[in-house]
């Protein structure tokens, strides 16, 4: 596609529910990352993929987030028992291959869990 | 880690004025990126800039790697440009550190 894409762009959950959130990154880019910004702050890395592989996981919360990109192209970044802390934006990114090339940012999908 | 810090937090301009943002970090970085937030939550990439200066229509930034630091310049701000503007450092091919930004509010 012609940019990166992310669904939902909104999400209310409970607390408790488990949410899946979707990356589709830009066509032909090796890798992909997942972010969570919170409001007023910066967004803050969680983890990322070369091609299926997932590289770096040292920035996930907690055994509750998990994430995959099974065919090296869309990824899920999944949250079970979401918690009301969990409620942020959630980013993701795709670069052509590695943290020096230029990463492009998704709109992000937005949780809300009440 | 690397450090990330950004100057000034907020920052309010009236409409046509030019501006400075600073971007300091702690460590050599293999990637530098401006990044502005808009009002409506989008985040865009502004410049890839480990090193050396650049510019983009009324934008640009320099990065002097060996002392640490990164400048955006906005030059004749439109309110367009209001949003918030953030730096962010790779260091050794690690995660990617984004900065707490600078708060813009250009007036008209």
């Known amino acids: 596609g012609a940019g990166v894409s992310q669904s939902p762009r909104y999400k209310v959950t409970k607390r408790g529910q488990d949410v899946a959130l979707r990356c589709d990154p830009i066509?032909?880019?090796?890798?992909l990352y997942w972010y969570r910004q919170a409001l007023g702050q910066g967004p803050e890395f969680l983890t990322y993929?070369?091609?299926?592989?997932?590289?770096?996981k040292s920035g996930l919360p907690n055994d509750r987030f998990s994430a995959e990109r099974p065919e090296g192209s869309i990824s899920t970044l999944t949250i079970q028992r979401t918690e009301q802390r969990d409620s942020a934006m959630y980013r993701c990114?795709?670069?052509?291959?590695?943290?020096?090339?230029?990463?492009?940012f998704g709109p992000g999908t937005r949780l809300l869990v009440l | 880690g690397i450090q990330v810090e950004q100057s000034p937090p907020d920052l309010i301009l009236q409409e046509g004025a030019n501006s400075t943002l600073r971007c300091n970090f702690s460590?050599?970085?293999?990637?530098l990126q401006w990044f502005h937030q808009n009002p409506w939550g989008q985040l865009i990439n502004l410049f890839y800039?480990?090193?050396g200066t650049k510019q983009n229509g009324r934008l640009s930034a320099t990065t002097v790697a060996t002392e640490r630091y990164s400048l955006l310049y906005i030059s004749s701000s439109q309110t367009t440009d209001s949003g918030v503007y953030f730096c962010?450092?790779?260091?050794?091919?690690?995660?990617?550190?984004f900065g707490a930004g600078t708060r813009l509010t250009v007036k008209p």
């Open positions: 990114a795709s670069s052509l291959s590695g943290f020096q090339e230029t990463q492009y």
């Open positions: 066509s032909g880019h090796v890798s």
């Open positions: 993929f070369n091609y299926e592989a997932q590289q770096d």
């Open positions: 460590d050599s970085v293999n990637n």
């Open positions: 800039i480990p090193s």
């Open positions: 962010a450092v790779t260091h050794n091919n690690n995660d990617m550190r």
